[in-house]
């Protein structure tokens, strides 16, 4: 590993360029032949060694995302690209999905729970015909739970002897043992007490450091996105309403919908119970999409014009800093 690479050729990492997905609708929507579009148009590129963050409410798309990131959805519209490169093709969606690895919330639902997580480790391994010997892989599953923060005894016990923190760590080992660029962390904090999320953090931010590896860290939790995370996404309906780095979003939010969430978050951290992102209002339907910008109907400052106008992804500043609203807040 450390494969932090400093030439500019061919740019490194994962990239998604214009995805879309659809699905069918359910219910009577379904029988008028409606689709909801869970992802509209999303570009977005995690590269080794850095951590971005992907926030938005319940159903904007993100797990979609990152499922079709990961190589187990396919897009309906748009390529994913690994290193540069469109992923195409039998061999092309293998490389894809040993390279881009994941960890999903509950990872007891994940760790098959008759195997030991030996077992688990080195099962990896042999499926993607890495780490040579039964005992090389044995020795390779030792040292990167050692790498997580467990040792090589724990590798003769089950999942349902490890604690939620525990699982987590073991399910970014088995992603992290296949050497991967990026690891997709799909909510992989919520639900642990916040010692524990603290520890974890600190592991994916080590880990970022000494293996180079790249983040796209998931999470409805934006006191964590912003410790953690360089840079940040935040999708509404499928949609990315504003990127840009860390400080430049969380400073100087310039989408109404990124200020509403921004100020439902209380400033201090240690011991807040977690609080999920709201915003005013609910969120219109993936289907019922209205016409203009889709945020219109909860936005506190939505002009006429916003109602009939599909509003661009504007650059803001001098970074990679956007906002797709007609009425930008101008950086501060
Ligand atoms: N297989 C499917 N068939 C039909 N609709 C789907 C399917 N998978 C997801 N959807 C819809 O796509 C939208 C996006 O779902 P997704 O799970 O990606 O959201 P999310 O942002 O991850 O939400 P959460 O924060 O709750 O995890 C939702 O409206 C969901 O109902
Ligand atoms: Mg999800």
Known sequence: MGRMSTTAEAPRGIAAEAIEKRFAARGRARKRGEGVRAVDDVSLTVAPGEIVGLVGESGCGKSTLSRILIGIETPSAGRVLLDGEPVDGRDGWRRLRRRVQYVFQDPYGSLCPTMTIGET????????????????????????????????ADLDRRPSQFSGGQRQRIGLARALILEPEVI????????????VQASILNLLRELRQRLGVGLLFISHDLRVVRYLCDRVV???LGRIVEQGSVEE???APAHPYTQGLLASVPDHMPGAPELRAHVAGEPATLSGRPQGCPFAPRCPQAAERCR?????FVALGAGDHRARCLFPEPPR
Do not use: H, K, Q, W
Request: net charge negative.
């Open 121 to 152: 480790l080195t099962d990896a391994l042999a499926v993607n015909d890495l780490g040579g010997s039964t005992a090389g892989r044995r020795e390779l599953a030792g040292e990167m739970l050692a790498r997580v923060g467990l040792s090589a």
């Open 184 to 195: 997709v962390c799909d909510e992989i904090v919520s639900g642990l007490d916040v010692s």
């Open 234 to 236: 935040v999708m509404y």
């Open 249 to 251: 979003v969380f400073g």
């Open 308 to 312: 009939s106008v599909d509003p661009p």
